[in-house]
């Protein structure tokens, strides 16, 4: 355990019980003030700072209890394990200063467009006096404020949707869970990674939202018990509610006007290794529906996605597949025509809300994932083609879809598709010296494994 979170640690057990006891105090004046006019002001909704989470009695546990719903230790994972809870100090680090510095701000970590992602960047009036911004990306990030639901919420007989009323982000929803992740991962209108953002430093963001899961590590119990392939169920919502996202975000950017935005193209056509004419894989492939030269729009959200559209709804997924090719049409031009651009992206996430729900509750077995697994693989040239973004969500979607499977099911050959899965994520190593046709040819080997 490292100093930093030793010292968080410790702040915690010191400000837990004085949350607690704040937090109880408010939820009984709040009962006692319930038979008084009901004019009366509301007390605001406050973050209080993970420290309020911290007790061995409440998330703080060093291992998790099995004698109870909820493992207790959540607190323990995200302090020790989860990258989220170093967001904050990475605005101290050499890249972010030197990229401060190249921006032209004063600091990383009091910079508003950092903060944004990198800490809960809330207005004075609404961080009680337990908060502190060096949490970084910490409990209240995800489930929302807690001033009102933290000490209620322990009580026995509380129901979570009690919480849920009373401010906490509903998680369990899975549309809703993505749909905060993406906040950061993807970019809204007040949180988001630009070009120049990228020039100076930033990583480029992409997302998926299993593999992201399985990696922070989760902190949370899935109830396979009851759902066997709830993790397909997940990867599939996460993909349609990303895209959705995606057209959403896209809209936003057409109304400003620093215009095309160049972190919508796919970032390896001009940023990757320079090699000998005979030798380049792009000018092989050629350049089908645009313009040698023209940067082409990054389609990763959706050319594997896709797979998942033709098994909900086959005609649904002509539709999108025709509003998405105007995107990727207008989106590949040297100046891109912003009243089209937006009224596809409006088109395509009008019919991808609705979608989502459907993906988050129809049933889900072996036949299915299989099924996603062959169509991914199979569409091996289409993927590989449209460069090293959109090969990237394949390798990260079969992994999740195998991973899910094999759970399940015995695979006789189980060994030798966790292999080739392997195979795919050996060429993204060095994306800018990512080769299409080496990596369709390594997706056809998974998909031969696979029949």
């Not at 209080?48 to 607190?75: D, F, K, L």
């Not at 998926?208 to 997940?234: G, N």
């Not at 409006?346 to 049933?363: S, Y």
Request: net charge neutral; charged share 20%; aromatic share 8%.
């Amino acid at each position: 355990m490292t100093n930093m979170t030793k010292a968080r640690v410790l702040r915690g057990l010191i400000g837990v019980v004085l949350m607690l006891l704040v937090a109880g105090l408010a939820a009984t004046a709040g009962q006692s003030r319930a038979g008084k006019a009901s004019t009366q002001a509301a007390a605001p909704v406050q973050y209080v700072g993970a420290g309020g989470c911290s007790a061995p009695a409440c998330h703080g546990s060093v291992r998790p209890m099995t004698q109870t719903r909820i493992w207790q230790n959540e607190y323990s994972t995200w302090v020790t394990q989860d990258k989220h809870s170093r967001a904050y100090a990475m605005l101290s680090g050499p890249v972010a200063t030197r990229m401060a510095k190249i921006l032209g701000l004063p600091a990383a970590n009091t910079a508003p467009k950092c903060l944004a992602c990198h800490a809960i960047d809330a207005p004075a009036s609404d961080r009680a006096r337990t908060f502190d911004i060096a949490d970084g990306v910490s409990c209240e990030s995800c489930h929302g404020p807690a001033s009102a639901w933290l000490g209620p919420h322990t009580t026995v007989g509380w129901t979570h949707e009690q919480s849920v009323k009373l401010g906490m982000y509903d998680t369990r929803d899975i549309v809703q869970r993505t749909e905060r992740c993406l906040e950061c991962h993807l970019g809204t209108k007040n949180k988001y990674v630009d070009h120049e953002m990228l020039a100076a430093g930033h990583p480029d963001l992409y997302f998926e939202l299993d593999s992201f899961e399985a990696t922070m590590p989760r902190h949370w119990k899935q109830p396979l018990e009851q759902d066997a392939w709830r993790d397909v169920r997940d990867w599939g919502t996460g993909q349609a509610v990303q895209l959705s996202a995606e057209m959403k975000y896209l809209q936003d950017l057409t109304q400003r006007e620093q215009w095309p935005e160049y972190t919508q193209l796919d970032c390896f056509a001009c940023h990757h290794d320079l090699v000998k004419t005979e030798n380049s894989w792009r000018q092989q492939r050629g350049y089908a529906g645009r313009k040698p030269g023209s940067p082409p729009w990054n389609p990763s959200r959706y050319i594997v996605f896709r797979e998942m559209t033709r098994v909900v709804d086959a005609s649904l997924a002509t539709k999108l597949d025709a509003s998405l090719a105007n995107v990727s049409a207008e989106m590949s031009r040297v100046a891109p025509d912003r009243a089209k651009v937006a009224a596809s992206a409006n088109e395509t996430a009008a019919a991808l809300d609705d979608l989502a729900q459907r993906i988050a509750t129809m049933p889900y077995d072996r036949a299915v994932t299989l099924k996603l697994m062959r169509g991914i693989s199979g569409d091996a040239d289409a993927i590989s083609m449209a460069g090293e973004r959109s090969a990237e969500q394949a390798a990260m979607a079969l992994n999740s879809l195998f991973l899910a499977y094999s759970r399940n099911v015995k695979m006789p050959n189980e060994a030798d598709v966790r292999s080739a899965i392997a195979g795919l994520y050996q060429q993204l190593q060095n994306p800018s010296a990512y080769d299409g046709f080496q990596f369709a040819a390594q997706m056809q080997k998974v998909n031969a494994l696979l029949h």
